[in-house]
């Protein structure tokens, strides 16, 4: 390979580099959206009964995320508080090795967790998945659709 390829080759990564930083802030938003909608699934269709018994409560706190691939950004994680125990619902990382994006779900002061994996490829909206590395709390390692049920029986176990 001589000078004119290397430069060539140079130019094509800096182009590459330089569209891929354009694509950044649409990626940001469009993962803390995701998180928005997800954070409001939880509160209204899986939860929103036990919120109107007073079983169940939330509380938002303020966290500042940063990723090697898109930096920093601000987001929330989502506290679901039962009497004294409070299960942290928390955004991990957009860019995730076997999803894009995943959310933790952690009994505070436990070592026991969920993870929420989320996937857009060619979908026109997002879908939610739900795995553990704990049998007792799903079937493991498998991911199964986040429905109401299954992440009902997650958190169960969670608060147990």
Do not use: C
């Not at 169940?56 to 990723?67: L, N, P, S």
């Not at 955004?91 to 993870?115: D, I, Y």
């Not at 490829?121 to 109401?148: C, F, M, N, Q, Y």
Request: aromatic share 6%; net charge negative; no cysteine.
């Amino acid at each position: 390979m001589g000078l004119n390829d290397t430069l060539n080759n140079l130019q094509k990564k800096s182009e590459e580099d330089r569209a891929w930083e354009e694509q950044i802030p649409a990626l940001k938003e469009e993962w803390k959206k995701d998180i928005d909608d997800l954070f409001g699934l939880m509160r209204v269709d899986f939860l929103g009964s036990h919120v109107e018994s007073g079983s169940i409560r939330f509380h938002d706190v303020a966290v500042q995320r940063h990723e090697d691939m898109i930096g920093g950004y601000d987001t929330v994680e989502l506290q679901i508080i039962a009497g004294d125990a409070i299960v942290i619902v928390s955004p991990v990382a957009r860019m995730v090795f076997g999803s894009e994006g995943t959310v933790s779900m952690k009994r505070r002061n436990t070592v026991r967790e969920v993870l929420l994996h989320r996937n857009r490829a060619g979908k026109p909206s997002t879908e939610w998945t739900v795995s553990s590395s704990d049998a007792s709390i799903l079937s493991a390692p498998e991911r199964h659709p986040l429905t109401k049920e299954n992440f009902e029986v997650a958190l169960d176990q969670l608060l147990r």
